[in-house]
């Protein structure tokens, strides 16, 4: 069945179509916010609140944009509300995220350099310039999407990731 289908269905109630809509897009809204926070278990938290406003608020989705942007707009919200409310994002180390399904040890200690290495380097940028580029360069969304996602102007969007990219190449 495919997403539009499965939308109307939630919208009306159908517990079934709601789930595996979840389901659908879980890993989605879980590597997004990982990327963002570089903290497992804040990771969990906030998955889940997301999972839970989209199962309270699903008869307010209007079906404008597909259901994972929806998704990611959530948890964008809510991961600045985090950020509002702590002012101080958890330091956990990024080692702490484990690569799972690697082949053997050598995959293992590749990746997690390359994990450590971008981490540490989205780590230096601000939270809203952060989420433009993860946005844009791990999921492909476009400026006007990540606008919409945001809710912010194109040409903030822009300005963002343009300033992402000159950051990242002087830190490289």
Known sequence: MNEKALLEKARTGDRKALELLLYDNYKIVYGYLLKLTVN???TKDLTQDVMMKAI????????NSKFSTW?????????KDY??????ISSTAIEELSIKDSQNIENDVVNK?????????L???PYEK???????????????EIGEILKCPIGTVRSRLH???EKLRKLI
């Not at 998704?71 to 991961?79: E, G, V």
């Not at 350099?113 to 380097?121: E, I, P, S």
Request: proline share 0%.
């Open 40 to 42: 497992e278990e804040l």
């Open 56 to 63: 309270l608020n699903i008869k307010k989705f209007k079906g």
């Open 71 to 79: 998704l990611i707009s959530i948890a964008s919200n809510l991961y």
């Open 83 to 88: 950020v509002r409310k702590s002012k101080k």
């Open 113 to 121: 350099d390359t994990v450590n290495r971008v981490g540490k380097l």
């Open 123 to 125: 780590r230096e940028l």
């Open 130 to 144: 952060r989420m433009v580029f993860i946005l844009k360069n791990y999921y492909d969304y476009s400026y006007e």
């Open 163 to 165: 300033y992402c990219i």
